[in-house]
């Protein structure tokens, strides 16, 4: 049954400093022709062997990339899936969120990969990414029935504190179809994520994106936040509670991306910059903040203006704005329409530049 739940968890991406590197304990950085048998009676089914966590482990990690994402102010460690053995990655969308340039170490092979980010959906925290140059990487195993039931086993691979190795921890699903508000730890800013896995695993920063597998290591959610401490000098909570995006919501979305379908929500490529942040206004969309040298400070736009049109469409809030831009690539030619504190009516044909992914 779904519940709405606010609650104080953190979507679990890690601040780092400096390289990634997978042996230090920081992120510093023939074929025969077919044989026809008669048919018969079929056997029976041969017990499953329980596997041990760290043996569930082992199997998963060669599926697994460890992600920096590096915003120029800050780098942010998470963790990746990988899909295709060419190097389709899933992981979410605040463990790259902002950043100017993202790499990948493989935990199977050790290479390390640029990232290019194919598409996103911010509001369910999913993006996908392509490494250059891959292949050969092993996909992971994705569950074919993928509603997880309350007292499955379950178990988290991730890129725990940005360490660069992959560290395991083990839980039971304790409830599905949650709707969380969850804090990044990264920026503190919040997003309202429904439909969720919930595990009493103790996720941590820098486990964001990593998958939640059962017993038979099929991928069935993607870790994404959690109530375990930011702070790891600090004791993990009693009752650890940690929350996954479905794999069949994430599957879904990048189908999509990888369709090239944009939507509401989905952006596909590189990310449009106008440069400014914004708020609702009575009338539109109000600037609070105008970076410099972008797109919107070259043609005059200044804190306190408020968009009213852009590409000729209506702005009656931020979220309008915010919608339009999705739909935008780079070195698209909009014509925007805002007026000043005074009241003065301005518009001005803009030029997109390319940004980070928001």
Do not use: C
């Not at 800013?189 to 994106?209: A, F, K």
């Not at 014509?335 to 980070?356: M, N, S, Y």
């Amino acid at each position: 049954m779904t519940r709405a739940r606010v609650l104080s968890v953190v979507a679990v991406a890690a601040a780092v400093i400096g390289t990634l590197v997978l042996a230090s304990p920081r992120v510093h950085e023939p074929n025969s022709p077919p044989t026809v048998v008669a048919p018969h009676a079929a056997a029976p089914a041969e017990p499953q062997v329980a596997l041990t966590p760290e043996e569930v482990g082992a199997r998963v990690t060669p599926s697994v990339v460890a992600l920096v994402s590096d915003s120029g102010l800050i780098e942010t460690a998470g963790t990746g899936i990988v899909l295709t053995s060419d190097g389709v990655v899933l992981t979410n969308h605040h463990v790259i969120d902002g950043a100017l340039d993202i790499t990948a170490v493989s935990l199977g092979n050790g290479a390390r990969y640029v990232a290019d980010v194919l598409g996103y959906d911010s509001s369910r925290d999913i993006a996908v990414l392509q490494l250059q140059g891959a292949r050969d990487l092993t996909p992971a195993m994705i569950a074919e029935d993928s509603t997880p039931r309350i007292g499955d086993p379950v178990i988290a691979v991730g890129n725990t504190h940005g360490a660069g190795l992959p560290l395991t921890v083990s839980g039971f699903v304790t409830d599905i179809g949650q709707n969380i508000t969850a804090r990044s730890s990264t920026d503190g800013s919040l997003n309202q994520l429904d439909e969720m896995i919930e595990v009493d695993v103790p996720v941590r920063p820098g486990d964001s994106g990593g998958p939640l597998v059962d017993a038979t290591t099929a991928v069935i959610g993607i870790n994404t936040a959690g109530n375990a401490d930011v702070d790891p000098s600090k004791p993990a909570p009693s009752e650890p509670r940690s929350y996954a995006v479905p794999i069949a919501t994430a599957m879904t979305i990048v189908d999509q991306i990888r369709a090239g379908r944009t939507s509401a929500t989905v952006h596909i490529g590189d990310t449009p910059l106008l440069g400014i942040r914004i708020r609702d206004h009575v009338q539109g969309a109000e600037v609070l903040w105008v970076s410099i040298d972008t797109p919107a400070d070259d043609v005059g736009i200044e804190i306190g203006d408020v968009i009213t049109s852009f590409a000729g469409i209506p702005i009656r809030s931020s979220a309008d704005l915010d919608e339009l831009m999705i739909a935008r690539h780079p070195g698209d030619t909009v014509e925007v329409r805002w007026f000043g504190e005074g009241g003065q009516q301005h518009a001005k044909t803009i030029v997109l530049e390319k940004g980070p992914p928001r």
